[in-house]
């Protein structure tokens, strides 16, 4: 018999399933476009919602999938849409605003896409003539300033972020949009991630490429925790640094991140088999294809964990190995006994960010399984990586003797220690179809050990559950057959679920003046897509992960990315209620 051929190989790969799930419901009004609502509407409260509860919840997301006749491929690619859920006294009333981005006001302009998006090519302008149109196909791509990934801040600012090197100042009370703020102002970078980390102190980290002649080049970004002029509204980046710069392993193919780990001494880069092809990039319009084209798996890649000194700089020399695996967000990383503890979500598998085009999103029946089994799922996954390896460190043997841990780490070379995971989750959690979205009690325990996790349960193409995890309980279980040892992880975790209600990204607001990890409570927006005008804020009790109370919102809003909440309490305000 003669060997496979690539042909074969790709259609294999393409037709593997990882589940045998049927009957999923139809969610295609999670992707439909909706009209903003910028002015405040009241909500309709059932149950409790704390009143100890002050400030803004805010979601980002996309809202509009269509502009004239023109339609978005890419899920990713929808017109930014911000939300404010205003919370104050047990009532809660919702508002939102299209960003006023540049793209979304030329879209607007022109009733068709000018701006091309993750997977959506804009087409040339009808009103050209042949040769004209012609000439705009070789046209370099222009980064999109459509910020509908999250909310961030940086010196007490809060600003809309996607991962090209544009962001939007825009204020959390009114939701307008304040001011567009680009990053290769500052510093030499193309773009920056949506998912900075920051300091107890202020000081924010971020990561962004920048390209040469010499290839592709990944930047530690940090930014100070404060303006250098306090009494200056308009200061936004000024100060920012490029901490470090770490070489893309293929010049021309650097890897794809969504995000990036940190503990209280070093950000750690996860260089993934997630890989861009930037000659398809940059020939994409030409070609008529999206940046989505570009990006591909390549599960014959190992993935690298690079380790930068926060203080210094510098980057150290010893690599961590993983075999392939994939990851958009990292739960927490913190060091302990001369080890760096990463945990993160992750898959063996990384094709699932050019499955999520909108026309899958709104399938139904045996189509809309077919999407979802050939997934991969996510799963929470605990790296431990030794700190004190240098020449005198023995290679091949366990370097990990944390007792609670069934990580690996062992040195295979002078600069190269090859790793393996521990699952951070039993067999149960397949049930909930893995974990998405991790969020932690950030402002007490990010950068430290800790107990507590939240995420979304994804047995749809979107979170479908929310579910506590507590570490604590966290064990390790041997059981003997036929004379192999086998070891489980046991977890006790907690779960919300109702049929046909979509939850999104669990955000913690803690109870003013907590003393434990958990106390406080989980904020979510479920959507309900078969269900007209009856979007919700869910508040539960993060202790119990009993339902607290909804807010109904009588509008229909589409299913978002990722959200913060900004709390008014002041200072003064919470001295008094602790007396």
């Known amino acids: 018999m003669s060997p496979p051929s690539n042909r074969d190989l790709k259609k294999k790969n393409k037709d593997h399933h990882y589940t045998d799930v049927h009957g999923l419901p139809c969610i295609e009004k999670i992707v439909a476009s909706v009209d903003e609502t910028p002015e405040a509407i009241s909500t309709k409260i059932s149950g409790t919602i ?44 919702y508002k939102s605003r299209f960003l006023g981005s540049d793209c979304y006001m030329a879209n607007s302009e022109n009733s068709r896409i000018v701006v091309s998006e993750f997977g959506t090519v804009a087409m040339p302008d009808p009103c050209k003539n042949f040769f004209q149109r012609f000439l705009s196909r070789f046209e370099l791509p222009k980064a999109s300033d459509n910020d509908n990934v999250s909310f961030v801040t940086y010196k007490g600012d809060y600003y809309v972020s996607t991962e090209t090197n544009f962001m939007h100042k825009v204020d959390p009370e009114t939701l307008e949009t304040k001011e567009k703020v680009d990053w290769s102002k500052f510093i030499a970078v193309n773009g920056a991630t949506a998912h900075p ?28 925790p404060t303006k250098t002029t306090p009494e200056n509204p308009e200061e ?45 990039i940059v020939t994409g319009k030409l070609r008529g294809k999206g940046i989505s084209d570009g990006v591909y798996w390549d599960p ?21 190995h993983a075999k392939a695996l994939s990851t958009f967000h990292q739960i927490n990383a913190w060091e302990e006994d001369g080890f760096l503890v990463m945990d993160l979500c992750a898959a063996d598998d990384g094709k699932a960010i050019n499955n999520y085009m909108v026309q899958n999103m709104r399938k139904s029946g045996e189509a809309l399984d077919e999407v979802y089994n050939t997934m991969c799922r996510v799963f929470p996954r605990r790296f431990v990586l030794p700190l004190n390896v240098d020449m005198e460190t023995p290679c091949g043997q366990n ?55 939240y995420g979304c349960g994804f047995r749809h193409l979107v979170g479908d559950t929310l579910i506590k995890m507590d570490l604590q309980g966290k064990r ?19 779960v919300w679920e109702h049929p046909g209600l979509y ?25 309900t897509p078969n269900k007209d005008k009856s979007t919700f804020l869910l508040v539960l009790d993060a202790k119990t992960f009993k339902e607290l109370g909804r807010a109904e919102v009588p509008v229909n809003i589409p299913y978002g990315f990722h959200g913060t909440f900004n709390s008014t309490m002041t200072h003064r305000r919470l001295l008094s209620e602790k007396n």
């Open 503 to 527: 939850p999104s990204e669990p955000v913690f607001v803690p109870l003013p003046g907590a003393t434990e990890e958990d106390e406080g409570v989980i904020m979510s927006v479920v959507i």
């Open 50 to 93: 704390p009143e100890w509860i002050s400030g803004n919840f805010l979601r980002n997301g996309p809202g509009k999938f269509e502009i004239g006749n023109n339609k978005f491929n890419h899920w990713f690619d929808g017109m930014a849409l911000l939300h404010q859920f205003k919370i104050a006294g047990g009532h809660v009333t």
């Open 300 to 320: 014959k890649l190992e993935t690298i964990f690079h380790l930068i000194n926060k203080q210094t700089g510098k980057l150290y020399s010893v690599k961590y």
């Open 197 to 224: 980390h920051t300091d107890p102190d202020g000081t924010t980290y971020n990561m962004g490429n920048s390209y040469s002649a010499k290839g592709a080049i990944y930047n530690i970004i940090r930014v100070p």
């Open 476 to 494: 390790m279980k041997n059981i003997c057959i036929r004379r192999s040892m086998l070891t489980f992880t046991l977890l006790r975790f907690k």
């Open 236 to 280: 936004t980046l000024e100060g920012a640094t490029v901490v470090c710069s770490i070489p893309s392993v293929d010049k021309a193919r650097p890897s794809y991140y969504h995000s990036f780990a940190m503990s209280e001494n070093y950000v750690v880069f996860i260089e993934q088999p997630i890989k861009m092809d930037l000659l398809k």
């Open 399 to 453: 370097l990990n003797t944390r007792p609670d841990s069934a990580a690996t780490a062992t040195k295979t070379a002078k600069d190269k220690v090859f790793c393996t995971h521990e699952d951070l989750h039993d067999e149960e959690l397949h049930k909930y179809g893995g974990l998405e979205f991790p969020q932690i009690n950030y402002a007490k325990y990010n950068t430290k050990r800790y107990r507590y996790f």
